[in-house]
């Protein structure tokens, strides 16, 4: 109990006021895990892991409550952005986020074991920021002899997610963005400050590599700069100032990190379990987050979102990667025939029509107490009764046997807001599994059905293991479908 009290007494207090604790040795992943017991979400907190030599090294963040954003009172805010009202958030599962941002030597062996190519020039600065077709994440242009172990910059989100995809094919374990709340939460490190050392940001440099004096002597950015000198003019290697509380480097300066979330423009209806919060299209821009070495004091703050095109690159723009824990990768789906769907409706008679008579599907079980039963039934219901429905694709002889995929009687409540709005919390989730998402949008275009989100590939944010893809539909009546291709038949 006293152990308990004085960590959440340490964690509250700025970092600076702490005693600085010994830099915790990296450990091989799998030899961790297995002294702990084999489960990877009871390493301790600030345990340093690596599931490769040349991986990124991961700080284990444990679980916990925070307040998101800032205080509409606070002295610097901008509600503009969404920063308030501030949200409580519950990270209900303990993670892994990278000590540092992916660095450049770790961008570039992705590159030569992908081949990824980067499409777009990137922005930098040359008398003013401009795109510039020369400059690349191998040439960021500032600083001018960039190194193995400066922050990857010039890199859009996309190519985040790409790097996030081949580390998790390389390891075999879930690599991706962080969710803005874990990424704010783990930056907070048990801080209420708009900074992870307090308020200032005159303070910064022995945390932060921001725009400061020295970035000020020999860039002539039209804002103002923290009245300090961190030695480091343009980008600064990685973990080259004092960590946070959680002992994570640069949470705040060097280059902005992309986050697996949209952007909002406000904190109403983010998800309060700390998942990242995304929707169909995801509108223009993805949230990128703590500010980077040419940013003005006012958006070096933890609860600052910048916003950007997916696509953007610009020579401040890097990323930090998270890690599911006990969340083996899934590979893509490799193919197959097979599929099965199963949703709820509120109107079994609409429902029928359109799935069974127009679509061809074949009904398998067509309410929660007929079992095996392949014979489409008329069904006598009381009004407002909710049915469990499962169909067959069409053409299907047999198939694999098909259980209830949702405990008897569950029901759905209806949307209380537009369908075309992004998800909210407390809505109701219908959730379809296919073999083949390709092959079903297929046929659900071809039949008029409206697809809201094309399948992209599920990111697995918030501790939730990736499953394959994922994209929505809406059936005719008007119950939204989530689509997932899941592995296997489950
Ligand atoms: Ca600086």
Redesign the pocket.
Known sequence: MIHALMLIAALQLPAHAAQAPAKPKVLDTAAAVKAVGGKEADLAAGTVIKDCATCPEMVIVPPGNFIMGTAANAKEVDPSRGETPQAKIAIARTFALGRTEVTRGQYKQFVAETGHQTKHQCRVWDKEFKESDAANWEQPMQPAEPKDEHPVACVSWNDAVAFAAWLSQKTGHTYRLPSTAEWEYAARAGTTTSRFWGESPDDA?QYA????I??AEKYPFNWVH?QCK?????V?PVGKFKPNAFGLYDMI?NVWEWQADCYAGSSQGRPKDGTAWVWEGCGEFHENRGGG?MTAPERNRIAWPGRDDPDKRDNFFGFRIARSLDAPYQPPYDGGTLRRVTFFTNDIAKAKAFWVDALGYKVRMDTPNFGGDETPKTLKLPPGAKVHFMILEPGATGGPLIGLMAPMGASFTPLDHPIDQAPRAGDAMIVVKVKDIAKSFAVFKQNGVRVMNEPTRLTGTGGTPTVGYEGIVMSPDGSRIIVQQVDANG
Do not use: K
């Open positions: 440099c590599n921001t725009f400061d020295s970035s923290a961190d030695g480091y003019a343009d600064a300066g070495w």
